[in-house]
C-alpha cells in the first residue's frame, strides 16, 4: 500500500515539473542555425538530424540547411521555422517531442521508470535483509532420540541386507 501512494505521489511531482519544461521550450526563441538544424529529422530515411545527416548529396538535409539560413537572414526567428516545418512534415521532423500532451510520457517516462525498479529493489533487499536478520524462518527438526529397540532393529535389517 506504501508503495502505491509513494508512486501516486512521484507521478504527481512529475507532472507537477513538466510544466515548466513546456514553458522552458517556448521560451527558447533565439536559436542560431546549429540549434534549428538539430532540431530537425533528416527525412532522406538516414535517422540522423539535418545537421548531422552525411549523404553528400541529401535530398532533404542540404535544400532545408540553405533554407535556414535564408530564413535566419529575412528576419525569421527560430521557432517560426521549426514550426513552418512542423506545419509542413508533421511532429515526426521534430528531433525530440514536444513536452505536450502524451508526449510527456517521452520526458518523464524514464525517470517514473528509474524511480519505480528502485523502490521495488529497496522494497525487496530491505525484507530481505529484516528477514535474514531475525533468523531463519524455517525451523531444523530435532533428531529424536534413538532407543536400544530401535537400534537392534536398525542392525537386523543391515544384516538382512548383507545376506
Not at 27 to 46: D, H, K, P
Not at 118 to 134: K, L, P
Request: proline share 5%.
Amino acid at each position: 500500500m506504501r508503495l502505491l501512494s509513494s508512486l501516486a505521489t512521484a507521478a504527481a511531482l512529475l507532472l507537477s515539473l513538466s510544466q515548466p519544461l513546456a514553458l522552458e521550450a517556448r521560451a527558447q526563441s533565439v536559436l542560431g542555425q546549429r540549434e534549428i538544424e538539430e532540431a530537425l529529422t533528416c527525412q532522406c530515411g538516414c535517422g540522423l538530424t539535418v545537421a548531422t545527416c552525411n549523404h553528400l548529396e541529401c535530398s532533404f538535409a542540404i535544400p532545408v540547411r540553405k533554407d535556414i539560413a535564408e530564413s535566419l537572414k529575412k528576419g525569421d526567428t527560430g521557432e517560426q521555422i521549426l514550426e513552418r516545418y512542423k506545419n509542413e512534415y508533421g511532429e515526426k521532423v521534430l528531433s525530440s517531442p514536444v513536452p505536450e500532451g502524451f508526449n510527456l510520457m517521452a520526458w518523464i517516462g524514464p525517470y517514473l521508470g528509474i524511480f519505480v525498479a528502485g523502490s521495488v529493489m529497496f522494497t525487496f533487499f530491505r525484507r530481505r535483509a529484516t528477514r535474514t536478520a531475525e533468523g531463519p524462518a524455517v525451523e531444523t527438526p530435532v533428531p529424536s532420540q534413538a532407543t536400544d529397540e530401535r537400534i537392534a532393529r536398525l542392525r537386523n535389517e543391515v544384516e538382512d541386507l548383507k545376506r
